[in-house]
């Protein structure tokens, strides 16, 4: 009889301590620990969770209503797409290929030299590692044996939308660009990698 009862009160004893909704425990015994006071990024900062409400006046933050300031005018946002400049939906490369005129030119109204002058700065940054200053494949990780098979513009059948669908979407051994460049950016590069081709 003992043992039953002994039995009913580990029994007891173990549903009390479950605990079924795990996004709120019932007992925390480290709060400060388990619920941060820093702030996470593009956050309310008076977010709080069940904790002692505490009213943080930190000028920047209170305008916005978060822990981050707003982009400086005039930045492009990552996530703003420049549609209007050609219709990309559901073309391959082969479809790219046979662009040949820089879109840059017709919507934005760019100037070939400006597109090329701003395509190089871009290009220095983000590709002559692999591709090399002049578009000849003997970049620095190409020099220091990091990387193989790199080809020369010049002996590759390109156009600058195959260049674009390539910065773009990625092929054989490179990624995509598109994190690093927005799209005006990655036709100002196929612009370049063209002027280097033919240069």
Same mark, same amino acid.
């Given at each position: 009889m003992? +043992?039953r %009862? &002994?039995?009913i009160?580990? &029994?007891m004893?173990?549903? #009390?301590?479950?605990?079924? @909704?795990?996004?709120?425990p019932?007992?925390?015994?480290?709060?400060d620990?388990?619920y941060?006071?820093?702030y996470?990024? %593009?956050?309310d900062?008076?977010f +709080?969770?069940?904790? #002692?409400?505490?009213?943080?006046?930190?000028?920047?933050?209170? !305008?916005?209503?978060?822990?981050?300031? &707003?982009?400086?005018?005039?930045?492009?946002? *990552?996530?703003h797409?420049?549609?209007n400049l050609?219709?990309?939906?559901n073309k391959?490369? +082969? @479809?790219? =290929?046979n662009i040949t005129?820089?879109?840059?030119?017709i919507?934005? !109204?760019?100037?070939?030299?400006?597109?090329i !002058?701003?395509? #190089?700065?871009?290009?220095?940054?983000?590709?002559?590692?692999?591709?090399?200053? +002049?578009? @000849?494949?003997?970049?620095?990780?190409v020099?220091?044996? =990091?990387?193989?098979?790199?080809?020369n513009? =010049?002996? *590759? @059948?390109i156009?600058?939308?195959?260049?674009? %669908?390539v910065?773009?979407?990625?092929?054989?051994?490179?990624?995509?660009?598109?994190?690093?460049?927005?799209?005006?950016? *990655?036709? *100002?590069v196929?612009e370049?990698?063209?002027?280097? =081709?033919?240069?």
């Open positions: 003992i +043992n %009862y &002994l039995y009160l580990i &029994l004893f173990f549903l #009390e301590s479950c605990w079924f @909704d795990k996004t709120q019932n007992i925390v015994y480290m709060p620990m388990y941060s006071d820093a996470e990024p %593009y956050s900062p008076n +709080n969770h069940n904790k #002692e409400i505490k009213k943080i006046e930190i000028p920047f933050f209170s !305008k916005g209503k978060t822990s981050s300031l &707003l982009p400086v005018k005039g930045t492009v946002s *990552r996530n797409s420049f549609s050609i219709d990309v939906k391959g490369f +082969n @479809d790219f =290929k005129q820089n879109p840059l030119y919507y934005n !109204k760019e100037k070939k030299e400006i597109s !002058k701003k395509g #190089e700065k871009l290009y220095q940054i983000n590709c002559s590692i692999c591709h090399g200053k +002049n578009g @000849d494949g003997n970049g620095e990780l020099k220091n044996e =990091k990387i193989f098979g790199i080809p513009y =010049k002996d *590759r @059948d156009t600058i939308g195959s260049i674009y %669908y910065v773009t979407y990625g092929k054989n051994n490179m990624n995509s660009y598109v994190s690093q460049l927005n799209e005006i950016d *990655r036709w *100002r196929s370049y990698v063209m002027f280097l =081709k033919n240069k």
